[in-house]
């Protein structure tokens, strides 16, 4: 039986680790029961603060002018559908009336603001010869009569409702329900999974039947729907556990390996979840996946532990001897490379999204709880279970024969295919920055790009544009202005200046403010005349158009001090919200407005457009900083600048080629696809470091370079090989989530994760023969 060599004194790392085995074990499983308790205390949940950047600009505006706000702001319509005939019946206004009132006192709904045609503040206002009249479109004397529903029919008509809270083909009415941050009645954030749930089970289940179809849209169901379909990724969890259990075993034909690996990373993840716990974060859609990063990161460590310590029992060594020899073997790599996987998903709080901050510090504590896990754990529990003799024996028999595909792969550290593996690179670089220069920043399509197209929150959100003058993606400028400035005439000609600008930008249907309520006022004390609807300067005038007019109509502020330009887009498309933007910048930079001071922006469409702008900066910054340290970690581990772009080269060019294939796929650079580049990079990075130093620890045996390279790819390339497929398979489980973006990620990150292998297996040693090795070169 071989002994390692005595001569050769172990590192302090090693000693402490395996010089105490019980003891470390028994820590651990005590921090791992612990963490695991912490870990059921774990919440799902989201916010809608928490999904905006708020220190833009555009936010910092919203927030501060929130409470005059409370009807534009975080608001879900329940849109309730008559399969046949019209609204104008009995049965339908009763069933009307109860969705009202079951809406009312679903917690978290800001009840004052809340809008249907039996709430007091949705009022019909006519013009008569003896001036103004108007009143509540179901008075009080509604009783379901012929002439009631006459009534109600003419009172509709003359709401201004049409195409607002009432369909524009009779066929559909809307339930508006402004939402509150916080609810009143717990003091808690509205718990979003909770308040879906009640729509659903209040509202959707109850009152759809084979008459009446409840349709229900709002950033507050996407969040519910979200959070949802993020819990199927258990599911997918679950298969990819399977899938990579499978593929160990055929990989190392050991079983007892191949559970402790397994075994290893999901320690990992209830570590990880557990210390989540302690911080005081919680899971939400956008983090959910974070767990199954975690647990392929820890996988993909774990197999280079595992096949080291099946490469020295096959040498001869004893249990014990061999995975101390691993771990004295790749600690400092696999050190290397896991430090560099925590700073690379570090520079994701540069982000200014609370979200994404959140998933950079999931990951983060995610990967630091893997160097104790897997680099630590799993070699002690493999010095007492060792690998399976079965699994030795099939090694010897791998080391003796000549394997085709790695001595292919060993070609590229030859001069004619290293030659071909250049040129191939660069041209794929070329595609890369067509496709850099291409992708665009946020939504590219209709409806929540979060969910799929065919949606149940999709289908629902085309029908209201289909049936609806107005549209849900609303952007909202707010205009400041002294008290008792908003009505008058500078202020007013200016908001009313404003809004024919901006109706003539592309993707814009239509506007509303407290200058048309003025104007139609005014028409109005004129007989209708039309060509009376204009502002009116005389101030008294201008006065009486707002007596008597209601606050919950959210045109202007209790003290006149501030007023809302409602601005409702065709979409929310990244491009549609450029051009608004750009138009009302240019409006406000080329406008003196006297006295009333426009700030952007709020709205659904508002928040959004400052969401890009933050995502569009950072996409720059995070890859500088991601590379940056990435490539300074690899020039310490290495100390020279030559390796560092034999690794950092090929990892730049996967980032690029995931550029173009965004933009092959219609996917545009946002909240959620914005991680998935530090991701790739962060667990890239680590096949480059094993490869390369292997590579190294052979060339310094004195093995000629393709030899040394050859070499290589039978112990590391060959785990780095089977990781990158593994981990592949695994996430591509991913693009059947009913949840688009996870899909998405699920896409870009299997295309990262086997480029980046190939990478790592074919360019990081072509790119080594010609700028470091070419002189070893057999």
Known sequence: ??????????????????????????????????????ATQLKVAASFEKMIPTNHEYVVNFLANRADLTSLGNVVRVTVQVKEGDIFNAEYLETLKKVTDKAFYIPGVNRPEMASLWTANVRWTSVTEEGLEGGQVIPATYNGDAESIALVRQNVEL?????????????????????????????????????????????????????????VTGFAKIVGDLIEGAGQIVLFFGLALLITMLMMYWYSRSLKSTFATIACSIVAVIWQLGFLNLLGLGLDPYSMLVPFLVFAIGVSHGVQVVSAIALKQGEGYNKLDSASL???????????????????????????????????VGASVGVAVIILTNLVLLPLIMSYIGVDEKAIQVLRASESSDNKLLRFLSGFAKPKMATIAVVFGVALLGVGLWGNANVQIGDLDKGAPELRPDSRYNLDSVYFSNNYSTSTDVFVVMVETETDGCIKYNTLAAVDLFQWTIEQ?????????????????????????????????????????????????????SDCSFMPIVVFLEDHKADTLKRVVAAAEDFIAKNDTGDAVFKLAAGNAGIEAATNEVVDR???????????????????????????????????????????????????????????????????????????GKLEEYLKQGKPFAEAYFETLKSTGKAVVFTGMTLGIGVATWAFSPIKFQA?????????????????VVFLPALAYFLERRGKAA
């Open 1 to 38: 039986m071989t002994s390692p060599d005595t001569n050769t004194k172990a590192p302090l790392a090693e000693r402490l680790v395996f010089s105490k085995r019980p003891l470390v074990m028994m820590l651990m499983l005590i921090a791992t029961l612990l963490l695991a308790w912490q």
């Open 159 to 215: 709401s201004g409702q049409i195409g607002r809270l009432v369909g524009n083909d009779f066929k559909s009415t809307v339930v508006y329900m402004p939402l509150l941050e916080i609810n009143p009645e717990t003091g808690q954030r509205l718990d979003y999974k909770e308040f879906s749930e009640r729509i659903e089970s209040e509202l959707r289940n109850e009152f759809n039947s084979d008459k009446i179809e409840i349709r």
């Open 618 to 692: 950072a996409q720059v910054e995070m890859l500088v900083w991601v590379y940056s340290i990435v490539g300074f970690l690899v020039w310490v581990a290495f100390r020279s600048v030559r390796t560092v772009i034999c690794i950092i080269a090929p990892l730049a060019l996967t980032s690029l080629l995931c550029s173009a294939l965004m933009v092959v796929l219609g996917i545009g650079v946002k909240v959620a696809t914005l991680p998935v580049i530090s991701l790739g990079v962060g667990i890239g990075v680590d096949y480059g470091i094993y490869i390369y």
């Open 744 to 760: 998405d990620m699920g896409l870009l990150l299997t295309f990262m994760f086997l480029w980046n292998m190939v990478g790592a």
């Open 326 to 360: 691993a771990f004295r073997g790749l600690y400092v790599a696999g050190l290397t490379a896991l430090l560099t996987d925590g700073f690379g998903f570090a520079t994701l709080v540069i982000i200014d999204i609370p979200v994404i901050r959140d998933l950079a």
């Open 505 to 557: 930008v592309p993707g814009v249907q239509s506007s509303i403010s407290l200058a048309d309520r003025s104007k139609f006022v005014i028409s109005a004390y004129s007989e209708g005349d039309l060509k009376w609807m204009t502002l009116n300067r005389n101030q008294f005038v201008l006065n009486g158009t707002i007596s008597g007019m209601n606050l919950s109509d959210g045109l202007f502020s």
